[in-house]
């Protein structure tokens, strides 16, 4: 099994910036995928971003590229979100996920709230 733990989320205004970490423990050798998605109030869950964890390589949804980054750090099984130019459409709550050929494994989630 693989845990995923999320920080870093909380309130900011629309414009600003939050980071968001995802500590993954346990089987992380099962871990070739992370990514970040979130589910607003009344919406789906979508996807946000993911990153290879060997290659490092990099895919975002529209809706975030040139505002969002994501990155990993191998040495502490963390993967991060940088959000910036936050806006209120941003609000939801976010979660990282983790997996082999699909997300298997998830987060318990983290709010972000972006006020105007």
């Known amino acids: 099994q693989v845990q995923l733990v999320e920080s870093g989320g909380g309130l900011v205004q629309a414009g600003g910036s939050l980071r968001l970490a995802c500590a993954a423990s346990g089987r992380t050798s099962r871990i070739i995928t992370l990514g970040w998605f979130r589910q607003a109030p009344g919406k789906e869950r979508e996807f946000v971003a993911r990153i290879r964890w060997g290659s490092g390589s990099t895919y975002y949804a529209d809706p975030v590229k040139g505002r969002f980054t994501i990155s990993r750090d191998n040495m502490k099984n963390t993967v991060y979100l940088q959000m910036n130019s936050l806006q209120p459409e941003d609000t939801a709550v976010y979660y990282c996920?983790?997996?082999?050929?699909?997300?298997?494994?998830w987060g318990q989630g983290t709010q972000v709230t972006v006020s105007s």
């Open positions: 996920a983790a997996g082999f050929a699909s997300f298997d494994y």
